[in-house]
């Protein structure tokens, strides 16, 4: 069963429908009065097909159209957000932590030395997005990021798409117990402090998921811009040969052709100038995104500490290797959006950061965007 088709299972039999699986991917649904009204059916009867093998006679259900939109308003608030445990299992520590570090973290100018490891639980902080590219064409997406509320970091995607195998692969649902929560630390979410860290983030994982989609509506833009131009050029040139056979007339009906060829060049000038403004709105792309739902999710994890060293001073941080899944996540990054694995140590107050955004661009130094965020210190 794919999972569009248990999610709209789930959801129906969860408001009193009675549901059957047919194959080839499809249900057979017995809607009670108010969700029939809700979908707009004609019978409480009806057949739904998600594939593209579907069903004599389904309505077709997919992610393009309306039906997402749909489904949000059936659920209301009910699954917006969560906590969930994950299961402790008996997956053996890694061997060479060290190793495993030095492929993960980077430090160019300072040194790390691992000075324990602890076997603890962490919570994860999972926010799922819906975005909508608008342009000639429209395309919607779905992008999770994900936190780890015990460190600090970012968590990867190769990470997230592991524990999201974890999350839908049927292992139970967990609720945490309070001893699993204390071992996970206490914490408090700063939402302004999220949203910033987000906000960059999220924008990042849109270009990413829509490049694609980018290259696509490039390709068709510049088709129609050389259409456009071929055919004004082509009315250009006729107007401009004939403009230059009349320069030598010297008649009142020469001088009045050449006006009129001139006024013809001025208005294919202004056509084609507009029609490339047409281009220009018709490609614009809009992209509108929200949040549609989060988990805190307490997995178990091994914790390395490191002891950072730059110059004369030193600090700690943590790096979480996630038993669910055997992967080790990247740095804490202070500034930046957390996806590489180097980083820089500031002198000021020993700032993770990651190379971009570091150097000025104004004077050329570096500067720690975790001290100055919004301008240089040197140059301002």
Known sequence: MSALRAFVSDLLEADGAA???????????????????????????????????????????GLEGDWLDRFGALLGDRGRFGVRQLPLTDTAEPSSPERLIERALQLPNAVWRLVATTQTWTRCLLLA?????????KRDGLIWLGFNLG????LGDALLARLAAQLVDGTPW??????????????????????????????????DDLEAFLRSMR??????????HAYHDDLRQTALAKLRKLRSATSDKGAADRQRETLRIQAIEREYAAKIDDLRHKYALRIE?????????VAPVQRFDLLIKRRKGERTVSMDWHAAVRMLETPLDEAGLGLDASRLVCDEHLHLTSHAGQTCSACGRDRCRACHPTSCPRCK
């Open 19 to 61: 549901v059957d699986p047919i194959e080839p991917d499809g249900l057979d649904v017995l809607a009670p009065e108010p969700l029939q009204k809700t979908f707009g059916w004609p019978e409480n009867m009806v057949r739904l097909g998600f594939g593209a093998t579907r069903p004599h006679g389904a309505v077709p259900i």
């Open 174 to 207: 967990l609720v945490p117990d309070a001893q699993v929560l204390e071992a996970a630390g206490e914490y408090s979410l700063d939402t302004a402090r999220l949203a910033s860290r987000v906000a960059p983030l999220l924008e990042r994982r849109v270009q």
């Open 151 to 154: 460190t600090g970091a970012v």
């Open 129 to 137: 997005f819906r975005y909508t590219a608008t342009s000639d064409e």
């Open 219 to 228: 390709r068709r833009l510049d088709r129609d811009r050389g259409r456009v």
């Open 289 to 297: 995104a929200e949040w549609i739902q989060g988990l805190v999710l």
